[in-house]
């Protein structure tokens, strides 16, 4: 079964939210970029909480036929970049997230009603 690119962005949120992610921003960027259809961006007040909603979000994507295609940063938890194919996952420790503001980067792109 094919997961559709909203289907794995809502599924990265929920996850992200049952994880206590803060913060959490869903991006459409159809139109915007060719690099992903969905941003999912959120921040985790320790290394701990950012490597816990990443663990989640990776979990739920395999328990529904889905394929993580790369998962980068875990190591240090500050910035996690997870490919979901169509849904790149950006999980900030706070401090990072703050610096970087990636959100402002994409201001093009319609914010996304989740949760």
Known sequence: MTLKPNELMNMA???ADD???MNIVALDLRGVSMVADYFVICHGNSDTQVQSIVTEIR????EAGGVVRGVEGLDSARWVLMD???VVVHVFHRDEREYYNIERLWSDAKVVETV
């Open 13 to 15: 949120v929920t996850a």
């Open 19 to 21: 994880k206590k992610a």
């Open 59 to 62: 979990k739920r994507v395999h």
């Open 84 to 86: 979901l194919g169509d």
